[in-house]
């Protein structure tokens, strides 16, 4: 029996043994595992600061070209400003020469006009006398022919008027012969109706002949225009 418990004692020191190496194994294939990681992610980033690092030299590289370029301009702009600092003393020394000359042009401008403003006030002073005296005269002309309007309108008034008056005058005379006429009309045919019964009496014997009565001649009228 201590065999057998000897044995199995063993059987499981070996198989504890066993286990404990195979984690180990297990923990060294994953530590090369992280450590095959880490020496990529390491080369990756190696070429990544290579490949900064070489185009901070080219922006480098690419920085002094643009400095030396802006030098240049720089020493370019200098000059030009020189050059135009010159060209502006020289203008400046001529715009001075133009005023002043300008500056007795128009002194001798002012004197001259000032010169003919006293004569066209003079002359205004003239021609406002000269408009006013027309000015007078075109007024009482205005007055004058407002009177004459007035009286014109006056007069037209009056025959209106009067033209008013004969057409409500004629306006009854046409009424009244209307009046005659429609009598003249209802007489005519009472006329009418008693010689027809007169032409045809109640006791005339038959076969005779009817006397041929004369028709009234229709009363007439003169009648002015109708206006």
Known sequence: MSCNSWNEALDGAHETLQGTLAEREHALSQREQALDAATRHLAEREQATAARAQAL?????????????????ADTLEATLQERD??????????????ADLRARLDSASAAHQA???????RY??????????????RQLTKESAKEAERQMKDLRNRVE???TERDHLRQERLEARAELKTASAVREQLEARLRALANPVGRAPGTRRPKAKRPRKPTRTMGPAR
Do not use: F, H, P, Y
Request: proline share 0%; aromatic share 2%.
């Open 57 to 73: 030299e080219e922006s480098l590289s690419l920085a002094r070209e643009q400095l030396l370029a802006g030098n240049r301009r």
């Open 86 to 99: 010159t060209q502006c003393g020289r203008l400046r020394a001529r715009i001075e020469m133009q005023e």
């Open 116 to 122: 003919e403003r006293t004569k066209l006030e003079a």
């Open 125 to 138: 002073a003239a021609a406002e006398v000269r408009w006013l005296t027309e000015v007078d005269r075109a």
């Open 162 to 164: 009067l033209l008013q």
